[in-house]
């Protein structure tokens, strides 16, 4: 059960490291699934063939399920179990996702990224804390395209970590990175069943991004919201 500890102001003095979920917590995810559903609809009525569609829905769905079960060494039984419910090869499916999940949103990224995150990580950076990213899918070409920075960054499929979140080896990897405690760390993102639970894996805060309360879990709408705000104001 999640022990609920509220964010305050004040906690922020005792923050030196924040980490970012990427997916629908930097950018706006439905807009840009939609376009990707768009440019793939288009794809296969140009070649006749919905199998990429096909692979993409079955990958997701089996990464979900994998996620919930915490499974060690996930990227191997994911491309195996996707291929073996599509007819494909596993090559076939590493291509397919490749191109449509890590290649083809990067470029609407940009427009969907939410307001006030430049000025977050700035805000950040000149109260002297760390920024890391931890997300699912490799994250370095997003962040470019999102025109974010960060400190250190952990994905899901790195070789010293092999897991999805919940499961904690991800954030304990970049902890260890950056060299912090797990109690001087605040943990971003948008699904209390992924971003919160990871955090309260390792004995991290959450804040979770949403336009909704979710019980046991303290949220925030915008990242303009006065909870940032001692980390927005200007420094003297």
């Known amino acids: 059960m999640n022990a609920f500890r509220p964010f305050n102001s004040s906690d922020w003095d005792k923050i030196g490291f924040v980490v970012f979920d990427v997916d629908g917590t930097l950018y706006q ?3 840009v699934r939609i376009r990707i559903l768009r440019d793939m609809l288009l794809h296969a009525l140009l070649r006749r063939n919905l199998r990429d569609l096909v692979v993409i829905t079955n990958y997701r769905r089996i990464r979900e399920r ?3 079960e915490r499974v060690e060494g996930f990227e191997r039984l994911l491309i ?3 291929a073996s419910s ?7 499916v590493r291509a397919i996702v490749k191109e449509w999940i890590e290649q083809r ?3 609407y990224l940009r427009a969907c990224r939410y307001p006030g995150l430049k000025e977050l990580f700035a805000g950040l950076r000149r109260r002297g804390k760390s920024i890391g990213i931890l997300s699912d899918y490799p994250a370095e070409d997003k962040l470019v395209a999102l025109e974010l920075t960060a400190d250190y960054i952990v994905s899901a499929a790195d070789e010293d970590v092999g897991c999805l979140k919940p499961h904690p080896r991800g954030l304990e990897v970049l902890i260890a990175k950056a060299g912090v405690k797990a109690h001087t760390t605040l943990m971003i993102g948008d699904r209390a069943s992924r971003d919160g639970l990871v955090a309260q894996g390792v004995g991290a805060r959450a804040l979770i991004r949403s336009s909704k309360s979710i019980e046991g879990w303290h949220t925030f709408a915008t990242f303009d919201d006065r909870l940032f705000a001692p980390v927005l104001a200007p420094s003297f």
């Open 66 to 68: 994998l996620a919930d």
């Open 105 to 107: 949103p990067v470029p």
């Open 86 to 92: 599509t007819s494909s090869s596993a090559d076939d």
């Open 29 to 31: 995810q439905r807009p």
């Open 80 to 82: 195996s179990e996707t």
